[in-house]
């Protein structure tokens, strides 16, 4: 009991000193509506074409929610010296670490959900599978808020963790099908685009949204939870060598 009540108390604190921010609506929502709203009227493309487009409003909104959140928060606190007296705290690391990422996967889900919301209002989305798009907007806020914790632990000052944070999210944008098919990029980039877990999110989302998915959204699924799997993983053991051992 005492375990969950310290989860909880963790979370909620995350909550109210963290998030709903400038800062994070700012990156979390405003940069993906701007960045896909040049793009829509640099390609000349009608409202017809918006559900071809949504897949990566969507990916974008929730990789820039998640990251900025987890840059700030962690980092912040490390800082601070905060997040040493939280290792402390009657919890194991990895619920610890739940805890840490649980409002920034909350917030990503949510930030999902605006440019959907938008759509709706714009153009029919009555063939979206909604079966889908769901679990597949969880598990890619679940990878990018990963990403972020292991980016966020990483470094020292917040402005660190938001330029490592680039290093992976603007070349996303490129790499991961979002906007371009990656049947599309040169075949020396195409290896690098299979490294990165946005590539089969974004897949996932094209196949609930427009049923134009490249790759069986089975093996999508697998693939990103394997690399939620080795991000989390791979934190744990960077906290463990800085801080515990």
Do not use: H
Request: proline share 6%; charged share 10%; glycine share 6%.
């Amino acid at each position: 009991m005492k375990t969950w009540i310290a989860f909880w108390g963790i979370l909620a604190k995350d909550v109210r000193s963290y998030y709903l921010k400038p800062p994070n609506i700012s990156w979390g929502l405003l940069f993906p509506l701007v960045w896909t709203t040049m793009f829509f009227v640099r390609s000349g493309l009608g409202i017809d074409s918006l559900p071809d487009l949504l897949p990566g409003l969507v990916a974008l909104s929730i990789l820039f929610g998640t990251t900025s959140v987890l840059s700030v928060t962690v980092t912040f606190e490390k800082k601070g010296r905060s997040f040493e007296r939280l290792l402390l705290a009657p919890i194991s690391l990895q619920l610890l670490m739940l805890a840490k990422t649980s409002g920034a996967i909350l917030f990503g889900t949510v930030n999902a959900f605006v440019p959907v919301a938008v759509a709706a209002f714009l153009t029919d989305l009555s063939a979206v599978n909604w079966f889908v798009l769901i679990p597949a907007a969880t598990l890619i806020a679940v990878s990018s808020t990963f990403l972020g914790l292991f980016i966020a632990v990483s470094v020292k000052e917040v402005f660190e963790a938001q330029t490592f944070s680039n290093f992976f999210r603007f070349p996303m944008i490129f790499l991961c099908g979002l906007f371009f098919p990656v049947a599309s990029l040169p075949p020396l980039l195409r290896p690098l685009s299979y490294m990165l877990p946005l590539t089969y999110g974004a897949d996932i989302l094209r196949g609930s949204i427009s049923g134009r998915n490249t790759m069986p959204l089975g093996l999508d699924f697998v693939v990103l939870a394997g690399f939620c799997a080795v991000l989390f993983l791979v934190t744990l053991g960077n906290i463990n060598r800085k801080w515990i051992t």
